[in-house]
């Protein structure tokens, strides 16, 4: 016998609301993450860098372990383990907050893509020419403001097409967050084919959905190359993008 | 069976990946007369029913009832690990010809897939709990249930609730039972729900802190599936179940997983039976 | 004030600075020239500290570049560095490349060091370019955004690296003048260059530095002795310098 097809299950309202939560579950893991595991991983990439063998060493000894750790891992372990770890009040404390399955997965994900953020930001701070640290340090900007104010802003823009791979990866890794139960979109239509034995559905409907968001990344990230940021003054990180710009540049290919 | 529909090319497309050229003129009876060999479908992760133990081995109540099935039909056992969600499927997709994985009959499944008579074990819905922390079920509303995704606990757990009148219980679905009961060790969930014999199993690991709240609720018979429309096949495979339940196979397995001196014995009597007034307490088979 | 008093560099086994000793006043321009390799670059990178000295001591205003508790970013913002690249902040406008500094060391307001910036900009003829990106200036603006860049932060010294060589030969009375304008600014500069043209139309006194050492030379030997020095082809005989000097 053949599977055969019947797309009205996804009108059936509960089974609908199941997605429906899954795709606000999905974006939140995804967007959370992304933007923590940006900041920390930025931060790994300087502390690997830096002159300093106090910040470089555990950084480097911290990414060297990492990496080569599962996704799923993380998730699992700051779910069931990390409570356990913690003075008992504040674990019990954790395992009581009911949002603590989505908690763990974001910090679970943050820990892995942050690793391999900190590689791709690490890359480019060291592909930026000697002078211009140099011209940073020349200027009398503090270590802090020379990474805030030119090297992290430099590097960001040459890493745009890497880091936005990275951040597809990453939006596509919050399905992990199903085995904490996170009700996110892998994770609904499990749901469904468990409660209609119609999986394929609802399988296509969400593949569907992280393929198109897969691909608008992708596009904005080729946006941003193309010179749309090139704006970014100081540390306000403040993107303004001026259409005359953009125009120029388009021309000159 | 649901109305087929026109499709877009697109997905009629994906979909010619995904359905299998099943086509199953013959009836499963005679394939595995033929070959010699049953494909059954069995968890391996749910004690007591089918797991695989310390040394590697499957065991549990439900691979003992389908190696004697086997037995019975004279062919060899390809074993085909399934869990809570697939299982429907691959006897759909006729990947599979039975299964024997503590599975209830419902109504929906029985929409999708065939069930050979008579199904073998009772069971009832058990909320399982810290020893003394609710008094009844009607103290879970608004609780965190835990439930194993693709058990109809995540329904009938809801509605059990929902009988009592207050606040809609957050259900939250695990992949594995074991791990929806380390959530409720670890006060992740407040209450897990899932069938009376797995509980018993999983009662057994936590020496006596936890314990059943309330009654169980939402009954319900394990029966053996078998793929849809092939009568020929499931009436073996009834054949074969009732010829245990009469040579005393059913009741030696029966009473090693869950008599009195059984690995996990069950409080009520698990054993579909007639009324032992009217018949003796006997089970039900076909008369010739 | 700037005195360099028995400095000494060496990078391993090889000394590039021996014994250098050397002293520029206010408004006054020095030029250092010598062939490739001769660590001209190095001798300007040991006045901010880019590069620390192996022995002697760097003066500014009388003060040593070694005494302990002394502020880092304050030196640099008093030595200003001119790269021979310029390394403009790629991502920065031209204003904004003076501005940012000035607002993150100098700690000015946002409207002030803007219009600090601009005036700078206006004397150097830059202001119709202020909002331009770095890839999008010529050589030239470049540079003299890279000037103004130090220049915004009130240096009592500046440092050039090869302020002409990324330059076509027409700009270079542009960067004369614009030396010559930092020196009636009571800036002492000291600047290292291969241009024999350049350093005889803007210095007040002259350098050669050969093998890590330096000596002290007047316009007219440096036009005469000084070429083949450069070419590298030989060091200058001290015979013949001597009867150029007489």
């Known amino acids: 016998m053949r599977y055969e097809v019947d797309w009205s299950i996804l009108a059936r309202p509960e089974l609908a609301a199941l997605l429906i939560d899954g795709v606000r579950y999905t974006m939140i893991v995804a967007a959370v993450s992304t933007g923590v595991s940006l900041v920390l991983g930025t931060a790994l990439a300087i502390a690997r860098v830096s002159g300093s063998g106090w910040l470089r060493w555990p950084a480097e000894l911290w990414v060297n372990l990492a990496r080569h750790i599962p996704g799923v891992f993380w998730v699992l372990f700051f779910y069931f383990a990390f409570p356990e770890l913690l003075p008992a009040t504040w674990g019990s404390a954790l395992n009581g907050w009911t949002s603590f399955a989505l908690a763990a997965g974001i910090v679970a994900l943050s820990v892995d893509n942050a690793t391999y953020v900190s590689d791709i930001v690490r890359t480019g701070a060291l592909a930026i020419p000697r002078g211009e640290w140099e011209a940073a340090r020349c200027c009398g900007l503090s270590p802090w403001q020379q990474w805030t104010c030119c090297l992290i802003p430099v590097t960001l823009r040459t890493v745009t097409p890497p880091l936005a791979n990275r951040t597809i990866h990453n939006f596509k890794n919050s399905s992990l967050c199903m085995v904490i139960a996170v009700p996110e979109l892998t994770w609904a239509t499990q749901q469904i084919e468990s409660l209609t034995f119609r999986g394929i559905e609802a399988t296509l409907v969400a593949t569907l959905f992280y393929v198109t968001v897969a691909l608008a990344l992708g596009v904005w990230a080729r946006r941003l190359e193309r010179g749309g940021y090139r704006h970014w003054r100081g540390a306000g990180a403040v993107w303004r993008r001026e259409r005359g710009e953009l125009a120029r540049v388009d021309s000159r290919r | ?288 | ?246």
């Open chain 3, 1 to 246: 004030m700037v005195e360099l008093i028995s400095v000494t560099k060496r990078f391993g086994e090889r000394t590039v600075l021996a014994d250098v000793s050397l002293a520029v006043q206010s408004g006054e321009v020095a030029i250092v020239c010598g062939p490739s390799g001769s660590g001209k670059s190095t001798l300007l990178r040991t006045l901010n500290r880019l590069e620390t000295i192996d022995a002697g001591d760097i003066r500014i205003d009388g003060q040593s570049l070694y005494r302990s508790g002394l502020d880092l970013r304050e030196l640099r913002a008093k030595v200003g560095l001119v790269f021979q690249q310029c390394h403009l902040f790629s991502h920065l406008s031209a204003l904004a490349n003076v501005t940012m500094p000035l607002v993150k060391v100098k700690r000015l307001g946002r409207g002030e060091a803007r219009a600090q910036a601009l005036a700078l900009f206006r004397q150097f003829g830059l202001e119709r370019r202020a909002d331009a990106f770095p890839d999008e200036l010529s050589g030239g603006e470049r540079q003299r955004v890279a000037i103004v860049r130090s220049l915004a932060l009130r240096p009592k010294v500046m440092l050039l690296d090869e302020p002409t060589s990324a330059l076509d030969w027409c700009l270079r009375a542009e960067v004369v003048a614009n030396v010559r304008a930092l020196a009636s600014r009571g800036i002492a500069q000291l600047i290292v260059t291969h241009d024999l043209d350049f350093a005889c139309a803007a210095g007040d006194r002259f350098f050669l530095l050969q093998e890590g050492r330096l000596r002290e030379v007047d316009n007219y030997t440096l036009a005469c002795c000084a070429p083949e020095a450069l070419r590298g082809l030989s060091s200058v005989p001290r015979g013949r310098l001597q009867a150029v000097a007489a």
């Open chain 2, 1 to 288: 069976m649901p109305v087929r529909r026109p499709l877009s090319s697109l997905f009629a497309l994906a979909l010619a990946a995904c359905s299998l050229p099943a086509a199953v003129a013959d009836s499963v009876l005679d394939r595995v007369r033929e070959s010699g060999v049953v494909r059954i479908g069995t968890g391996n992760d749910t004690p007591p029913m089918s797991y695989i133990d310390e040394s590697g081995r499957w065991v549990g109540f439900d691979i003992e009832l389908g190696n004697a099935l086997a037995d019975r039909l004279k062919a060899k056992v390809e074993r085909v690990a399934v869990n809570n969600k697939t299982r429907i499927a691959l006897l759909a997709n006729g990947q599979i010809d039975m299964t024997v994985s503590n599975r209830s009959q419902t109504r929906s499944r029985e929409e999708q897939v065939d069930y050979a008579s008579p199904p073998y074990l009772w069971t009832a819905k058990i909320f399982y709990a810290k020893q003394g922390r609710f008094a009844g079920i009607g103290e879970l509303a608004g609780k965190r249930i835990g439930v194993n995704q693709g058990s109809n606990a995540f329904t009938a757990a809801a509605q059990e609730i929902a009988r009592y009148g207050g606040e809609a219980p957050q259900v939250v679905s695990f992949q594995k039972n074991a791990e929806g009961m380390t959530a409720l060790r670890q006060g992740k969930i407040d209450a897990f729900c899932q069938d009376s014999p797995i509980i018993a199993a999983l009662a057994g690991d936590t020496g006596g802190s936890f314990a059943a709240v309330g009654t169980g609720f939402s009954p319900g018979l394990y029966g053996i599936g078998v793929p849809p429309n092939d009568s020929k096949w499931r009436d073996a495979v009834s054949f074969a179940l009732q010829d245990l339940i009469k040579d005393g196979t059913y009741e030696r397995i029966y009473l090693a997983w869950f008599g009195p001196a059984g690995r996990y014995p069950l409080a009520l009597d698990a054993r579909p039976r007639l009324p032992p007034d009217a018949f003796g307490a006997m089970m039900y088979v076909w008369p010739d």
